[in-house]
């Protein structure tokens, strides 16, 4: 998008809104995006479907009108900022009217922008993905590489607040589906940096624990329901920070007496190991950015300190409704979508101890390797985790055991208080994140290697 | 869209091509409690454009034009160039068929979309506020109108509009200091598909019973799945049946054979259809993204599969019949009283945190959000601990209830009872 042309024209109408209405701002989104995908028996190559739309946000103190529209040109914003003056929002106060003002414009920093980059070699990347993963194993039928870049610009404009941002990355991932005839199984593995062209590739010892864990697969049993000691992969502590407690702390959610969290606050929902923060700031990740969809500039928030929970993560709504300190977390799917307090990259903070210690002093446990999908449940605070995989642990040795699916529940403070060792190899993984079953924007999530005692089942 | 079909027609490089425009305005409203928290209107215009290259196999790629976008020359050229660098073997599209006609339209919803989810919202106020010990926690309604356009070079072309409705609401329980909620959702085309008043009755009862709802016990138990997430148990076998994984064999199910493979089939004989006709149903149209006409189609019948998903480049590959992506999904009810089937479970599960089902491997894992412990005289609210199996499994030994509910994107068994299922508990 041409930034500076469509800031020209926004300022006019923002300040046009905020002479009418008590608190007035517009945001434009852009997102693009290319896929290609390879397999052995199908090749393909498309944009991902393009998202591009402004729009203008009214608050008057006690509700939201929003109009939002994909036409970007001086006629569709004007007929949509009359249609927004006329939704009938009250006159006031608003307390945001008078924040500092800023202007900015910022990207985040690659060593190879994808936009430079031919396509022939994203394609011939795929191409070497998939073939080298079809070269793993006999019983590979089906290897699905795939190159994928995005790129996200936003623009804010609001009172005495101008910011642009460019979010752009890269990825890589090869899925590798095995058969014995009997049984299909499969496992997965994704580039494990972040950044630009160059981050999109698969590390060395990558491919052989790809395939060793997929053909483990195929003989994988069901784990026996019950509770275990449980060692959880930077991955898997990963998904355990954001559906266990990240999900929990959002502040709309205080707003609207769903999260249990509320009375908790200052209050020790976890063993003293254990920390926990969300940063957009965090260099080069996933769920990085420089200011959130509200013109709040990024800032790193630490939502649990030695087990004590000390800060929720806000958006204006809720900010303005509950006090405190405002975090830079009020983020939307696009344009098209409502701001809602959201996480940016939530993680477990690093402790004294390592992966080999924590396997070593297990006598009967599980280790959880791979997640598949997650759920919260702020009010109940409880959690649901789906693991692909784990791995039987026996007198201090991972065996030969595999499990799938996995699925850890419990009770969040039980889980988060029985954390007994923390190790020091903290990993971030992009999500996508949906607020309840939709919203879906991207997160950063992960942590170190965690011990703790959960139910599984 | 006279422009995009000149440009693509006239391109030199461009051996076929389809382009699906989609027009869409949707009204959005938002509760904090009672109260309304933000009122959104969207407007949003996409034409997603597929682009075919001969060179010799057959590349393809995709782009998409928004408002405002210019260079239309620059991205055909990009598609071209795109296409060029991936191959697969050559097909065709589909040409030009009669659509049939389905409902889709609910004129309210058309147009006094505003109005429509104003009076849901002040009917659903007005419910939760005359049920005892809860309160309307927050809701979100979308009303949406869309207007879908289609052509492809074999001069297929089609033209429809639909509407949806999308609700979601959470209620909470209170008891003393304790509190509980439930999450519901729904999506249908029509406001006289949804009962308000009756959805937001049920959850009361649900919130109020998992406010009561203690651990259950862990074990292998038959249970009996009922609600919103049952039907995903029935993803696996759409996916199996999907000519696209047939063709990159790493679908287990063949043609004439038992889906449940080697397993012996204990239970009611699975009977499955994709149903693109399906009045009002979420994912019926008159057509594919493809072009290809809308049908009913039976999948599965008495546990044996029948016939593939196949869209027109993969029917080619198979030499099957071209039947577009799935309609809704239609599953044959069985003939036990749903009481009868319960009867025979241990426990009852009405509701997971989200019910994750591997398309793959059919392995399935869920927690309980609420369920029914049948053991005793009187059935006792259970939550939290989980749910795990296969599907493959099973569903060999299921058995269905004769009552039946429409989800929107699925018409079956109201509840079916797995024999023997795992469960993690105390």
Known sequence: MDHEILTSRLLEIVDDLNQKLPYAYALVTSDCGLNVTFSPRQQAVSEDPPSRGAVLVAYDGQSFGEVATADLSPGGLWTAARRLASLGLGPGPVKVAHHLPLRGSYTNEVEIDPATVPLEDKIDLARQLCEQGRALDQRVVDCQALYAESQRETLYVGPGRVLYQRLHHARAGVTLIVSNGRTTAYDYEFSQKRGGFEAARLQDDQWPRLAANALALLDAEKVPPGEYDVIASPQVAGLIAHEAFGHGVELDMFVKGRAKAAAYLGKRVGSELVDLYDDPTYPGGPGSYFFDDEGQPASRTTILKAGMFLQGLSDLYSWDRLGGQRTANGRRESYARKTYARMSNTFFGPGPHSLEEMIACTKHGVYLGRFQSGMEDPKGWGVQCICLWGREILDGQLTGRYFSPVALTGYVPDLLSSVSMVAGDLELFPGGCGKGHKETVMVGLGGPHLKLKARLG | ?426
């Open chain 2, 1 to 426: 869209m006279k422009e995009l079909e000149h440009a693509l027609s006239q391109h030199c490089g461009v051996h076929d091509w389809r382009f699906r425009r989609v027009f869409r305005r949707e009204h959005q409203l938002y509760l904090t409690g009672a109260v309304k928290e933000n009122t959104r209107e969207v407007t949003s215009d996409t034409t997603r454009v597929t682009v075919y290259h001969d060179h010799p196999g057959r590349g393809a790629a995709s782009f998409t034009l928004l408002p405002g976008d210019r260079n239309l020359e620059k991205r055909v050229n990009w598609a071209v160039l795109a296409a060029g660098m991936v191959s697969n073997p050559p097909h065709g599209l589909p040409a030009p068929a009669p659509y049939p006609q389905v409902q889709l339209v609910d004129a309210a919803l058309a147009t006094r979309a505003a109005g429509v989810i104003g009076d849901l919202a002040d009917t659903l106020v007005e419910t939760v506020a005359a049920e005892q010990d809860v309160y309307l926690a927050s809701a979100e309604l979308f009303a949406g109108y869309e207007e879908v356009e289609f052509a492809n070079s074999r001069g297929a072309t089609g033209s429809y509009a639909a509407t949806d409705l999308f609700l979601e609401f959470v209620i909470t329980a209170r008891s003393g200091a304790s509190e509980a909620e439930t999450y519901h959702s729904a999506r249908r085309r029509a406001t006289s598909l949804l009962d308000i008043r009756e959805e937001a009755r049920e959850q009361a009862r649900a919130a109020r019973d998992t406010l009561a709802a203690g651990l259950p016990e862990g074990g292998i138990f038959p249970v009996v799945v009922a609600g919103r997430e049952l039907s995903s148990l029935f993803a696996p076998f759409l996916f199996q049946l999907d000519a696209q994984n047939h063709y990159r064999k790493i679908s287990r199910i063949q043609l004439g054979e038992s889906v449940f493979g080697e397993r012996e089939v204990t239970g009611d004989p699975l009977t499955l259809c994709s149903d693109s006709l399906f009045a009002w149903g979420n994912s019926s149209a008159p057509f594919d993204r493809e072009g290809l006409p809308g049908r009913s189609l039976v999948l599965v019948q008495a546990g044996r599969a029948r016939a593939l998903l196949a869209t027109q480049q993969y029917a080619e590959y198979l030499g099957v019949t071209p039947t577009g992506t799935s309609g809704c999904t239609v599953v044959q009810a069985g003939p036990w009283p749903a009481r009868e089937l319960e009867q025979q479970a241990r426990f009852l599960l009405t509701s997971f945190s989200s019910l994750q089902v591997d398309p793959i491997t059919g392995n399935f894992a869920g927690e309980i959000r609420l369920g029914y412990d049948l053991s005793g005289a009187d059935p006792v609210p259970v939550k939290g601990g989980s749910i795990a199996g296969n599907v493959f499994e099973a569903l060999a030994g299921a058995r269905y209830s004769r009552e039946q509910h429409f989800t929107g994107g699925f018409q079956g068994p109201r509840a079916v009872f797995l024999p023997a299922t795992r469960v993690s508990g105390r």
